[in-house]
C-alpha cells in the first residue's frame, strides 16, 4: 500500500510539472476586500499578456494578515478571492475554469523575529490573492508554443502567434479529447540570429568588497543588462544555505554583498525574492525547516534573502518577497529546483 502511495506521489508530480503556469499577485489594503486602482492596472496588464485565455485553468488562492478573529480572516479572504473571480469572470474567463481557495492567514511569516517595520511589510505581502493560470499538461503536449505569455515569445513567435492561438483555442475547444499536435505555419520565414556583443550592453558597478569580485568573472552580470524587462528572472546561484535550513552559508555571503551593490546602485529595478525547494512530501506545501520547526522552508529562504538586502541598504519597497515551496520545479535534476530568484516586477524609466 505505502509502494502504491509512493507511486501516485510521483505521477502527480510528474504529471504537474508538465503543465504551464505563470502567477500574479493582487494586494489588498488593510479590511479591504476590493483592490486599488493601481493593482487593478497591474492585473490588466499581466491579464493582457496572456496567450490561451480561453483554453486556461485558473486558481485563485486567497491570503489574510495575522490580525483579526480567524473567522473574520476566513471571511475576508473569501470576499477577496471573489473580487478577483468576479474580475475574471468580467474578462471572459469562464466559471467553470476557475477554482477558489483560502490558502491561509499568514502567522507563519509573523513568526521570525522582525522589528515593526519588517512587521508591516510582511503583513501587506500577505494581504493579497494569487492568480495561477494553468495550461493544463494534455493541452500543453498539444502545442508548439510552450509558453504563456507575449514577453516571453521569440522575434518569431510573436509574429505566429496571432493567427496560432486562435488556431489552437478553435481547436482545443471543437474537440477537448483529440491528442494532434497543433503545428504553426510554415509562412514565417525563420530569422537569422547573429550574436552582437555591444561593449556598453552591460552596466559597469564597481566593487567595493574586500576582497573584490572578480569583474571579469561577474557572477550576476545580468543584474547589470541595460536590457533588462519585467518579467526576467535572476537566478542566485552559489548563494547557499545550510541542508534543510533558512541560514544562508557564510561562503556565500560576499556573493549577496555584490547583489546588494548592484541592486543599491540600479534604483531603477522592483522585484520579488521567489523562495523554491525540491523533493517533499506532497501533502506538505513547503519544507520542513530545521530553523523555524516548521515547513516553510521556501518562504524563509526567501525571507532571509530579503532581510539581508534590506540591511545591506536596499529600500524594502522595491522588494516582495514569497515561497512556492514546490509548486514550479524546472523539469531538471531535483538540485536545481532548491533555489532562490529575482523576479523582475518592474522597470522604472530612466530620470530626466
Same mark, same amino acid.
Given at each position: 500500500?505505502?509502494?502504491?502511495?509512493?507511486?501516485?506521489?510521483?505521477?502527480?508530480?510528474?504529471?504537474? /510539472?508538465?503543465? +504551464?503556469?505563470?502567477?500574479?499577485?493582487?494586494?489588498?489594503?488593510?479590511?479591504?476586500?476590493?483592490? /486599488?486602482?493601481?493593482?487593478?492596472?497591474?492585473?490588466?496588464?499581466?491579464?493582457?499578456?496572456?496567450?490561451?485565455?480561453?483554453?486556461?485553468?485558473?486558481?485563485?488562492?486567497?491570503?489574510?494578515?495575522?490580525?483579526?478573529?480567524?473567522? &473574520?480572516?476566513?471571511?475576508?479572504?473569501?470576499?477577496?478571492?471573489?473580487?478577483? /473571480?468576479?474580475?475574471?469572470?468580467?474578462?471572459?474567463?469562464?466559471?467553470?475554469?476557475?477554482?477558489?481557495?483560502?490558502?491561509?492567514?499568514?502567522?507563519?511569516?509573523?513568526?521570525?523575529?522582525?522589528?515593526?517595520?519588517?512587521?508591516?511589510?510582511?503583513?501587506?505581502?500577505?494581504?493579497?490573492?494569487?492568480?495561477?493560470?494553468?495550461? /493544463?499538461?494534455?493541452?500543453?503536449?498539444?502545442?508548439? $508554443?510552450?509558453?504563456?505569455?507575449?514577453?516571453?515569445?521569440?522575434?518569431?513567435?510573436?509574429?505566429?502567434?496571432?493567427?496560432?492561438?486562435?488556431?489552437?483555442?478553435?481547436?482545443?475547444?471543437?474537440?477537448?479529447?483529440?491528442?494532434?499536435? +497543433?503545428?504553426?505555419?510554415?509562412?514565417?520565414?525563420?530569422?537569422?540570429?547573429?550574436?552582437?556583443?555591444?561593449?556598453?550592453?552591460?552596466?559597469? +558597478?564597481?566593487?567595493?568588497?574586500?576582497?573584490?569580485?572578480?569583474?571579469?568573472?561577474?557572477?550576476?552580470?545580468?543584474?547589470?543588462?541595460?536590457?533588462?524587462?519585467?518579467?526576467?528572472?535572476?537566478?542566485?546561484?552559489?548563494?547557499?544555505?545550510?541542508?534543510?535550513?533558512?541560514?544562508?552559508?557564510?561562503?556565500?555571503?560576499?556573493?549577496?554583498?555584490?547583489?546588494?551593490? $548592484?541592486?543599491?546602485?540600479?534604483?531603477?529595478?522592483?522585484?520579488?525574492?521567489?523562495?523554491?525547494?525540491?523533493?517533499?512530501?506532497?501533502?506538505?506545501?513547503?519544507? &520542513?525547516?530545521?530553523?523555524?520547526?516548521?515547513?516553510?522552508?521556501?518562504?524563509?529562504?526567501?525571507?532571509?534573502?530579503?532581510?539581508?538586502?534590506?540591511?545591506?541598504?536596499?529600500?524594502?519597497?522595491?522588494?516582495?518577497?514569497?515561497?512556492?515551496?514546490?509548486?514550479?520545479?524546472?523539469?531538471?535534476?531535483?538540485?536545481?529546483?532548491?533555489?532562490?530568484?529575482?523576479?523582475?516586477?518592474?522597470?522604472?524609466?530612466?530620470?530626466?
Amino acid at each position: 500500500m505505502k509502494r502504491l502511495l509512493y507511486i501516485c506521489a510521483f505521477l502527480t508530480a510528474f504529471c504537474a /510539472s508538465s503543465q +504551464i503556469t505563470v502567477t500574479h499577485s493582487v494586494y489588498f489594503d488593510v479590511d479591504k476586500d476590493q483592490f /486599488s486602482f493601481s493593482e487593478g492596472k497591474q492585473l490588466t496588464s499581466f491579464f493582457d499578456d496572456l496567450i490561451y485565455k480561453p483554453i486556461l485553468t485558473v486558481k485563485i488562492l486567497g491570503y489574510c494578515d495575522d490580525r483579526g478573529s480567524y473567522e &473574520y480572516n476566513l471571511d475576508l479572504s473569501n470576499r477577496r478571492v471573489e473580487t478577483v /473571480s468576479k474580475w475574471l469572470e468580467n474578462h471572459d474567463i469562464e466559471l467553470e475554469n476557475i477554482s477558489k481557495k483560502v490558502e491561509g492567514l499568514g502567522e507563519v511569516a509573523l513568526e521570525e523575529e522582525l522589528d515593526q517595520e519588517e512587521t508591516e511589510e510582511i503583513r501587506a505581502q500577505n494581504r493579497r490573492v494569487d492568480v495561477e493560470f494553468s495550461l /493544463s499538461a494534455d493541452k500543453t503536449k498539444r502545442v508548439a $508554443i510552450k509558453k504563456l505569455r507575449k514577453q516571453e515569445l521569440t522575434i518569431e513567435e510573436a509574429k505566429e502567434i496571432p493567427i496560432y492561438e486562435k488556431k489552437v483555442v478553435a481547436a482545443i475547444l471543437e474537440n477537448p479529447s483529440s491528442t494532434e499536435v +497543433i503545428k504553426t505555419s510554415n509562412t514565417t520565414e525563420p530569422e537569422v540570429s547573429v550574436e552582437v556583443v555591444e561593449e556598453d550592453e552591460f552596466l559597469d +558597478i564597481p566593487t567595493k568588497l574586500d576582497p573584490p569580485i572578480d569583474n571579469t568573472k561577474e557572477p550576476f552580470k545580468s543584474l547589470l543588462s541595460k536590457k533588462l524587462k519585467k518579467g526576467q528572472v535572476i537566478r542566485l546561484e552559489n548563494i547557499l544555505f545550510y541542508k534543510g535550513r533558512s541560514t544562508i552559508l557564510e561562503e556565500s555571503q560576499p556573493l549577496l554583498d555584490r547583489v546588494a551593490e $548592484i541592486l543599491i546602485a540600479r534604483e531603477d529595478i522592483h522585484f520579488e525574492i521567489h523562495g523554491h525547494v525540491c523533493c517533499i512530501n506532497p501533502a506538505y506545501p513547503d519544507a &520542513y525547516n530545521r530553523d523555524t520547526k516548521k515547513s516553510n522552508l521556501s518562504h524563509a529562504r526567501a525571507l532571509a534573502i530579503y532581510k539581508i538586502l534590506r540591511s545591506r541598504g536596499v529600500k524594502h519597497t522595491r522588494m516582495r518577497f514569497k515561497g512556492y515551496g514546490r509548486t514550479r520545479p524546472l523539469g531538471g535534476i531535483d538540485k536545481l529546483d532548491r533555489r532562490v530568484e529575482l523576479y523582475i516586477t518592474k522597470i522604472d524609466p530612466p530620470k530626466n
